[in-house]
């Protein structure tokens, strides 16, 4: 059992551990672009993107999306952007999920031409951030070659951010990532309780 702190046991605790912060925060550069991985077996991959979106949106960023999976299925997340029209660039250029069109050599096709869209936005200084979203799978799936991409991200501006989704990281990628988040699977509907994908919920 954990011994509980008298409350000045517990300010003194809280006093040291805010002037730890301060020197680290003191420390840290001030700004720095940033590649972000979001990866595992868990929900809640590109959600997580979309909440980086957002907050860029807020602050006046301009923003490109690219799916490169999900796209035969029109996102409730494009519509719920639709405000921000001047700031945000959001193309759905995937099929749908592979097991879907079952024609691998397309699949492949299409990765490419979005990567090669990904790219435009990438070196673009004008977009701040840059969400590429499933394209973890394409390369799980070798649809893209992970070379390739690295070599894409060496070419973004400084200062600007890039959000890479989609479980199957490969681990070069995960190497080259400035913060890597994996969502971990502890139970879903769908395998638990056989319930299907819900607007709100998954789309």
């Known amino acids: 059992m954990v011994k509980s702190l008298s409350d000045e046991?517990?300010?003194?605790?809280?006093?040291?551990?805010?002037?730890?912060?301060?020197?680290?925060?003191?420390?840290?550069?001030?700004e720095k672009g940033?590649?972000?991985?979001?990866?595992?077996?868990?929900?809640g991959k590109t959600t997580a993107a979309l909440g980086m979106v957002l907050r860029s949106l807020g602050h006046g960023y301009r923003v490109g999306i690219?799916?490169?999976?999900k796209g035969a299925w029109e996102p409730a997340e494009k519509a719920a952007f639709a405000p921000w029209q001047d700031q945000l660039t959001f193309l759905a250029l995937g099929e749908g999920f592979t097991w879907e069109t079952q024609d691998r050599q397309r699949d492949q096709a299409i990765?490419?031409?979005?990567?090669?869209?990904?790219?435009e936005y990438i070196r673009t200084p004008d977009y701040q951030l840059v969400l590429l979203d499933e394209v973890n799978v394409a390369l799980k799936l070798g649809y893209l070659d992970v070379e390739t991409v690295l070599a894409g991200l060496e070419e973004k501006p400084e200062s600007?951010?890039?959000?890479?989704?989609?479980?199957?990281a490969p681990q070069p990628l995960i190497d080259r990532a400035d913060l890597v988040t994996e969502m971990t699977?502890?139970?879903?509907?769908?395998?638990?309780?056989?319930?299907?994908a819900q607007p709100g919920i998954e789309f």
């Open 111 to 119: 990765a490419h031409a979005a990567w090669q869209k990904a790219l």
């Open 9 to 30: 046991q517990y300010k003194i605790k809280m006093h040291k551990r805010k002037a730890l912060q301060d020197e680290r925060i003191a420390a840290a550069k001030a």
């Open 66 to 69: 690219i799916q490169f999976i």
């Open 34 to 43: 940033l590649v972000i991985v979001h990866t595992g077996n868990g929900k």
């Open 185 to 196: 699977l502890i139970k879903h509907p769908f395998r638990e309780q056989n319930v299907k």
């Open 160 to 168: 600007n951010h890039v959000i890479l989704t989609g479980r199957g």
